[in-house]
Nanobody, 122 residues
Framework: QVQLVESGGGLVQAGDSLRLSCAAS????????VAWFRQRPGKERQFVAC??????EYARSVRGRFTISTDDAKTTLYLQMNNLKSEDTAVYYC?????????????????WGQGTQVTVSS
């Protein structure tokens, strides 16, 4: 079981930037798929971005504004968020899994962080 701890959320204004961090208890070697999801109140958990050895994918709503990355040690996952909009307001979760079929389906991930709140005021 991989332990994940997010940080970096907060209250910002529209147009600002934030970088979320996700510290992992293991090295996220190439076999891991790593991802960020978000959840608004009363809504289902929504795919934001993911990265595997083969590809990096983004939700259409964040493409060009958000960037997923890991540090060189592969123990920290990041989500750089630029030009934030009010509709980006949500609790953001990092997640990991080994293998699987869909990188965008939250039910396929078995390791989750506790979430960090991002609030964007317009």
């Amino acid at each position: 079981q991989v332990q994940l701890v997010e940080s970096g959320g907060g209250l910002v204004q529209a147009g600002d930037s934030l970088r979320l961090s996700c510290a992992a208890s293991v090295r996220l070697v190439d076999e891991y798929v790593v991802a960020w999801f978000r959840q608004r109140p009363g809504k289902e958990r929504q795919f934001v971005a993911c990265r595997s050895i083969l590809s990096t994918e983004y939700a259409r709503s964040v493409r060009g504004r958000f960037t997923i990355s890991t540090d060189d040690a592969k123990t920290t996952l990041y989500l750089q968020m630029n030009n934030l909009k009010s509709e980006d307001t949500a609790v953001y979760y990092c997640a990991t899994k080994l293998g699987g079929i869909s990188m965008r389906e939250p039910t396929e991930y078995n390791n989750w962080g506790q979430g960090t709140q991002v609030t964007v005021s317009s």
